[in-house]
């Protein structure tokens, strides 16, 4: 082989090695496309049940003349079985409380009973307990005692608490509060 031979083939290998090289990656395309239809269908799944939920509880409150029932800002429901006109101090952030509380179906079954539970002391919003009894405990006096109407997603939701209470289900709460120690830290 002479050298304009060699010298041809070698550069017809280096211009097929050029070409054949990408400059740039060519991004795959998906296999399948994922729409949101899913979670629309999920919050309309979620939309009907908050309304199911609702529209029972109001139905088991305006059969109750008893009690005159007050709707609270963050989505659940209330009325006073003992009230404490004489003092005006409700716990805030980072007070501790002490509470005895039952919980119950909406039928009036016991799920968990006050005795079961216990006297329970926590510091307001820096412990782990159900949001709805959280909230409720905020709008309580010392002394006073509450009867809570909680739509499932004030308490325990989608999954419920994995021992009595199942998915999606609505309570009742007797909530009676005994003790409020107010933070002192600044």
């Not at 070409?19 to 999920?42: L, W």
């Not at 909230?135 to 308490?155: A, D």
Request: glycine share 4%; aromatic share 10%; proline share 4%.
């Amino acid at each position: 082989m002479n050298f304009k031979t060699k010298t041809i083939l070698s550069l017809v290998f280096v211009g097929l090695m050029f070409s054949s090289c990408k400059t740039s990656p060519e991004p795959r395309k998906p296999v399948t496309t994922k729409s949101d239809s899913f979670i629309q269908q999920s919050i309309k799944r979620n939309k009907a049940i908050v309304k199911k939920e609702e529209e029972l509880i109001k139905k088991i409150i305006d059969a109750d003349t008893t009690k005159q029932y007050f709707s609270s800002k963050n989505g659940f429901w209330y009325a006073y079985n003992v009230s404490n006109s004489k003092d005006s101090i409700t716990p805030d952030i980072g007070d501790e409380v002490e509470f005895n509380y039952s919980i119950l179906s909406l039928k009036n079954d016991t799920i968990y009973s006050r005795a079961e539970l216990g006297e329970r002391a926590l510091i307001i919003d820096k412990e782990n307990i159900f949001s709805g009894l959280r909230q409720g405990l905020k709008l309580m006096k010392i002394n006073e005692t509450v009867t809570f109407y909680f739509p499932s997603h004030k308490v325990y939701g989608y999954y419920g608490d994995k021992q009595k209470i199942g998915r999606n289900v609505p309570i009742k709460s007797i909530v009676t509060l005994n003790k409020i120690t107010k933070d002192d830290t600044p």
